[in-house]
Every structure is written in C-alpha cells, then in structure tokens.
C-alpha cells in the first residue's frame, strides 16, 4: 500500500510493509475428513478448535479451516499447502503408511526443494518439502 502524505506543501510517500502472513483460513465442505487429516493424520499442533474452526500453529503462521455447508467441488487446484520437514523420505513413508495417497514418490524438484504430494479431502493440493536429496536429480517443472 502507497501511503502518501503532505507537509508543509512537500510530499512525502512511503511503502506500508507487510512482513508477516500471520494465518491463512481455507473453506471446507468436508470440514470432519480435514480436520482428522490435519490434526490425527498429519499431526499438526492445534491452536483454536471449535466444531466448525480449527487453527493449527505451524511455526511462523497458522493454517485454518472454517466449516462451509455446501459448495460446489474444486474443478481444479486453487490452493497448495506446502508443509516444510526435515526429511521428506521419512516423513513419506510414515504418511503412507497411515494411509495417506500421495501422487508420486519424493523427488527432488528443478527449484532446490524435494518434494511430494497429495490432495486433501477437501481437494487442496498438500506438499512435504524439504531438502533436496544428494546425488538424485532434479524432476518436475
């Protein structure tokens, strides 16, 4: 945002900052399948839940869901949640193992990241990144 202000007959102008996404909140139709996604599966710490919210605390910003009673499903992606981890592998492995479908095996990606992903219930498109692998190369666009 352009702030501008006058004094004295000079104008002044400077830039409003914004440094900080302090919470990002996503609608969802199938609110209860998300939620245990997010909470029980993915094991994210909860920061505010009511039966129709729940915020969870992802070290530097949070990430919320707010019940919607109905919408049309997602035709195409519109959001990814991209979660940062230590090792990406491992933490594939443990997801898969509880269930969660991912799209494709860890891979590291052309932009210095590895990476793998799935959908949620709701549609979103969610990412593991972390490290890139040593001596794998690079996939993806």
Do not use: I, N, R, S
């Given at each position: 945002m352009l702030i501008i202000a006058i004094s004295r007959g000079k104008v002044a102008t400077r830039f409003m900052r914004l440094s900080k996404l302090s919470y990002l909140t996503l609608w969802?139709?199938?609110?209860?399948?998300?939620?245990?996604?997010?909470?029980?599966?993915?094991?994210?710490?909860?920061?505010?839940e009511n039966e129709n919210f729940i915020m969870f605390d992802t070290k530097g910003s949070r990430l919320a869901f707010h019940r919607l009673t109905k919408a049309p499903p997602l035709s195409r992606s519109t959001v990814e949640v991209h979660l940062e981890v230590n090792d990406v592998d491992e933490v594939y492995s443990s997801l898969k193992s509880r269930g969660v479908k991912f799209d494709d095996p860890p891979a590291n990606r052309p932009w210095g990241t590895r990476s793998a992903g799935f959908k949620d219930p709701e549609g979103y498109v969610v990412e593991i990144v972390g490290p890139l692998k040593a001596g794998e190369p690079a996939k993806g666009d």
């Open positions: 969802a139709v199938h609110f209860d399948q998300v939620k245990k996604l997010y909470k029980d599966t993915l094991g994210l710490p909860v920061a505010e």
